[in-house]
RNA sequence: AGAGAGAUGGCUGAGUGGUUGAAAGCGGCGGUCUUGAAAACCGUUGAUGCCUCUGGUAUCCGGGGGUUCGAAUCCCUCUCUCUCUGCCA
């Protein structure tokens, strides 16, 4: 959520930057009147607890001397009746106010390229690539049907359409990936290592800005109030929920293998094919807890390990940055990794990677003890960015098609070999 | 799932209606001592909001509600933790 004292004190520099979201700054003049009304209340309310506090020491004293109170014990039943109503009419103002600032997106950043939609994102970073087949390329449904790996018919008997079924080689593929990400990771760019609940309350959903804006796309348990994660990055935040870190301990990096679940409500009939629109699907994501100095450096080293496992792996991408219109809710800034089909014939979403700056933090109070240079303490917000490092489904699409050979086997990367102990499958 | 116990500051842990934002200890920070360090001693050490902002004030003792002039303390409710029993991987 925005600082409701950044739109208090600097009303018209959010309108401009949420126009570039194509959002309706008329919520922004609802939330600066709610407040006005709320801080006049509260004044108000405040006066009549330093009375109420201090007659009630008064009366104790009384009491203590055996003089009789009754005059004021009377004049204080008003004040604490008057107390309870500005405090009833406060709590109704501030959920309002919370109601709508709930729904109002993170502010772009400076320098982000402006547009309405996908279509004015900029592409920043090509690498490698189109390979020029001598045949005709199979799609990765056929692929995977040929080679007995990937069983969409049977998937979807199991729980519907959008919920992948690996066999075989396909999930030894599948595992090696993901291993491979986490190695990679955790051995040389320095993250750790979690392995998370993928069913999160409410409260964390809260905490990550997934609720209420985005309720309608999530699993839920209505049993327990629980819900399947669309992304790692809602258990991983949580993991420092309310917490107040050292300096000296950030920046805090997670990576994390899970499954991810997604309801796609709103998207039928798109995408159906295969793995470009599914359910479930499998991502290691990238995690980071950090100074604000330092978040848009951090931003860029995410990127950067995002794209080596694709460059390892050979496989033809594009970096864009996103322009204001086509961000996430959470996001200042964002850069999507895009992988080439060539079935398809277009780029495909393998990653994206985010700095959401203080918007998550806010509202899941991560803040830590920044040291100022007079050697005081002052509690600061972290800023947090997170990132796919990256996402399997799509990614498979890209290195099944890119991989294949005319008689419809498949290479193995060279840095999947280990992982495999196989190199191809026919 | 049933029975019981509990939730207090970075941690441990006092506190059962009136200067208790909270004793004490530990930890942290600063200082004295020391060539330096340790020990010892002294001091200091929560968060948030609002305002007339080198200060004032309000709020916060798991969450929410209630009783009362006054609640960490009493009542209701929810959540979580622990112990025992049951059930299941």
């Known amino acids: ?93 501030e959920s309002k106010i919370e109601s709508i600032l709930y729904h109002i997106p993170a502010l772009p950043a400076d320098g982000v390229p402006e547009g309405k939609d996908a279509s004015q994102n900029v592409e920043i970073k090509i690498w490698g690539e189109k390979k020029n087949f001598s045949f005709e390329v199979k799609d990765h449904v056929q692929l995977g049907k040929h080679l007995d790996i990937l069983d969409f018919e049977r998937g979807t008997k199991i729980s519907g359409s959008g919920f992948p079924l690996y066999k075989g080689k396909g999930a030894t593929l599948e595992r090696a990936l993901i291993n491979f990400f986490l190695d990679t990771h955790t051995n040389q760019n320095g993250y750790n290592e979690v392995m998370t609940p993928v069913l999160v309350s409410r409260a964390s959903m809260e905490a990550a800005e997934k609720v209420p804006k985005f309720e309608e796309d999530m699993y839920h348990m209505q049993a327990d109030d629980l819900f399947a994660i669309p992304t790692a ?22 990576c994390g293998f899970t499954n991810c679940f997604r309801r796609e409500a709103g998207s039928y009939g798109k995408d159906t094919k295969g793995f470009l629109r599914v359910h479930q699907f499998n991502k290691v994501e990238l995690f980071n807890f950090c100074t604000p100095e330092t978040s848009y450096d951090e931003l860029e080293k995410m990127l950067g390990h995002a794209c080596g496992l694709l460059e390892a792996l050979g496989v033809h991408y594009r970096v864009i940055e996103l322009c204001t219109g086509d961000m996430g809710f959470s996001a200042s800034k964002c850069y999507d990794i895009e992988v080439w089909s060539y079935a398809e014939d277009k780029w495909l979403e393998a990653s994206s990677v985010s700095n959401c700056t203080d918007f998550q933090s ?39 098609e890119a991989n294949q ?22």
Do not use: W
């Open 1 to 93: 959520m925005l600082d409701i004292k950044l739109i208090r004190e600097n009303a018209d520099f959010v309108k401009t930057k949420l126009a570039l979201r194509n959002e309706d700054t008329a919520k922004i003049d609802e939330i600066l009147s709610l407040d006005v009304n709320r801080l006049e209340i509260l004044h108000k309310v405040e006066a009549l607890k330093e009375t109420r506090n201090k007659v009630s020491a008064e009366i104790a004293k009384m009491k203590k001397e055996k003089v009789d109170a009754e005059d004021k014990i009377a004049e204080m039943k008003k004040v604490g009746d008057d107390i309870k109503a500005y405090d009833d009419e406060l709590r109704g103002i």
């Open 233 to 254: 990055e809602v258990p991983i935040l949580n993991i420092h929920r309310d917490e107040i870190i050292k300096q000296d301990e950030l920046p805090i990096k997670y």
């Open 362 to 400: 806010r509202r899941a109070q991560i803040r830590y003890k920044k040291v100022l240079e007079n050697g005081k303490t002052k509690t600061e917000l972290v800023h947090m960015l997170n990132g796919s490092g990256l996402a399997t489904s799509r990614l498979m699409v890209a290195l099944l």
């Open 405 to 426: 050979n005319a008689d419809g086997s498949i290479n193995i990367p060279q840095c999947l070999k280990s992982y495999t102990k196989f190199d191809i499958i026919e």
